[in-house]
């Protein structure tokens, strides 16, 4: 694999062009890698036998594939075959002053590519932990690793990520200073955060079973 440093920008193509509210769209590589990161559940689109499904799915990646979980029953992480793969993250609703400048603050990524299956053990086993630390940061560490019939019970797909549409909307409605700013009602964002709450143990977990720190230290902070 190429160790050559990755442009800033991200290249412009057919499916990647904004065309519509172009001044939300980002072509900042950084915009992508920090929208990525910021969660772990992305929803995978594919076309299956003339139908679109659209899959929901962990991920985790480095820095230029993205690797998509499933197990070998899902039809649509055969590999092989184009696929888009969305992340979404909301941060506010933006209520204006009339229905139609409503809007959301958001941060989206859109990745356009064909999934490959990854076959290669040592590299299936390196994507797994990919994702399994972007979930938990230290969590594979501190778990069983998988075993060989689990590995052979899961799938894992590779996406470069070459070929992403990153989309940001942040601030105030519109109508500010439009003719509405007369009516005199209410306008602004309320916003929207998720904050990590504290662990609740398994059950049949033995009562003394300290919770690792790296679990512990998540309570209160901020997902998304």
Not at 15 to 38: M, V
Request: aromatic share 4%.
């Amino acid at each position: 694999m190429t160790s050559e440093p990755l442009p800033a920008a991200l290249p412009e193509t057919e499916l990647t062009r904004h065309r519509r509210l172009r001044d939300q769209g980002s072509l900042d590589r950084a915009d992508l890698e920090a929208i990525l990161d910021a969660g772990f559940v992305c929803h995978l689109g594919v076309v299956i036998e003339g139908r679109p499904v659209v899959v929901p799915t962990v991920y985790g990646r480095d820095e230029r594939l993205l690797y998509l979980h499933g197990s070998v029953a899902s039809r649509s992480l055969a590999g092989g075959t184009r696929v888009c793969v969305t992340v979404t993250h909301v941060d506010g609703l933006v209520l204006a002053r009339s229905v139609f400048e409503h809007g959301v603050n958001y941060r989206s990524a859109m990745i356009h590519g064909t999934a490959r299956k990854v076959t290669d053990p040592e590299e299936k086993l390196a994507g797994l932990r990919l994702l399994t630390e972007h979930a938990t940061p230290g969590q594979w560490s501190y778990a069983r690793q998988p075993s060989r019939k689990e590995l052979a019970a899961t799938t894992l797909l590779a996406l470069g990520l070459d070929e992403a549409s990153v989309k940001i909307r942040t601030g105030a409605p519109d109508d500010g200073d439009g003719p509405d700013a007369e009516l005199g009602l209410w306008a602004g964002v309320l916003p929207l955060t998720s904050v990590w709450g504290a662990p609740v143990p398994d059950p049949m977990l033995p009562s003394e079973t300290p919770i690792p720190p790296h679990i512990a230290r998540r309570e209160g902070t901020r997902h998304g």
